[in-house]
């Protein structure tokens, strides 16, 4: 959960504010979540000491309420939002569809997506091991298990069941 709760855990470390503090503190607005453009969503994550840059971004002498980020979101396009922001180091990304998803060329540069060969499925596309290392790069070579194909296995190597045991429970139904 540290990793999920990254973005409180470094606002605590920059400014020793704990996440109900700089709530209170910024109450009002919010510029961290999804905004609903005109042709999609938008992921944006600015944290408040980036609110200045976030002005710029949107091209506004102020902001003081989330109601006017989520209208200047609206009356833009994703792309349009997206480059704008980037431009002044906001964080900030489109939502995509899973579809659009499987098509952005920084997921295919990456080999986020992988391609497997399953013996009951046939091909299977699916995401990958999330890390990129240099020098140790993680490997998916085998697909997901069928039900019980490792049932022998772990019971006698792991578990420490006799191979009669294991007949047993596979004449008892227990296992497959």
Known sequence: MIAQTGVSITRYTMSGELPWQARKKYMGLSTFGMFKALDGYVYIAADP??????IEGMGVESLEKTEE?????SRNRVKDIVDALVAESVPVAPVNQIDQTLEDPHVK???IIIEMDHPTAGKVRSPGFPVKLSRTPAEMRLPAPQLGEHNEEILTQLLGYTNEQV??????????
Do not use: F, N, T
């Not at 980020?69 to 979101?73: D, G, K, M, S």
């Not at 007949?167 to 497959?176: E, Q, T, Y």
């Open 49 to 54: 000491h980036m609110v200045p840059r976030l």
């Open 167 to 176: 007949a047993d429970l596979r004449k008892a139904g227990v296992i497959s």
């Open 109 to 111: 540069a990456r080999d």
């Open 69 to 73: 980020l989520q209208e200047w979101v």
